[in-house]
């Protein structure tokens, strides 16, 4: 901190790397003195903060009106940080398909279910994902509430060696529903 202070106050430019770089290590005192001392900030300072789960940072940028997108709520579901995918969702961050993609694929299956009922979209993707991470109770919980899939995922677990998923996808039908581009 002393060492920002000092390079600032000698004239030492900074710019969005700053804050960006304070949210990925958790430091909320230089993210606090770059804010204050008008160092600007973009998406990117929330989606690191988000990414690893510096929930404190997170809110600190939020509340002093850092912008942030959808890749807030995907990098904090791919890190299974249900705290920081709540707080962002309540509090407007947009989400994808790729929030419940993202959670499956890294088998957070508190997260894919948080996200699914409260409304985030998912696709084929997400049957995929977690079948070729070996992710049984995300595949079946995603297959169960409807979650669109095709042989895709069954290939996809049978190129990892996922036995059980693999079994799961073939006894459901899955092998019945051709791959292609749409959902």
Do not use: F
């Not at 003195?33 to 600007?40: D, K, L, R, T």
């Amino acid at each position: 901190m002393d060492v920002l202070h000092y390079a600032h106050e000698n004239g030492c430019p900074w710019n969005e790397n700053t804050c960006e770089q304070a949210a990925i290590n958790g430091h909320m005192d230089v993210l606090r003195y770059a804010h204050e001392n008008g160092c600007p900030w973009n998406e990117n300072t929330c989606e690191e903060a988000a990414r690893n789960g510096h929930m404190d940072v997170l809110r600190y940028a939020h509340e002093n009106g850092c912008p942030w997108d959808k890749e807030t709520c995907r990098v904090a579901a791919a890190g299974g940080y249900m705290d920081v995918l709540r707080y962002a969702h309540e509090n407007g961050c947009p989400w994808d398909k790729e929030t419940c993609r993202e959670a499956a694929a890294s088998g957070h299956m508190d997260v894919l279910r948080y996200a699914h009922e409260n409304g985030c979209p998912w696709d084929k993707e997400t049957c995929r994902v977690a079948a070729a991470g070996g992710y049984m109770d995300v595949l079946r919980y995603a297959h169960e509430k409807g979650c669109p899939w095709d042989k895709s995922t069954y290939y996809a677990a049978a190129r990892n060696g996922q036995g059980s998923c693999l079994e799961y996808a073939e006894e459901n039908g899955c092998l019945e529903i051709e791959v292609s581009g749409k959902e």
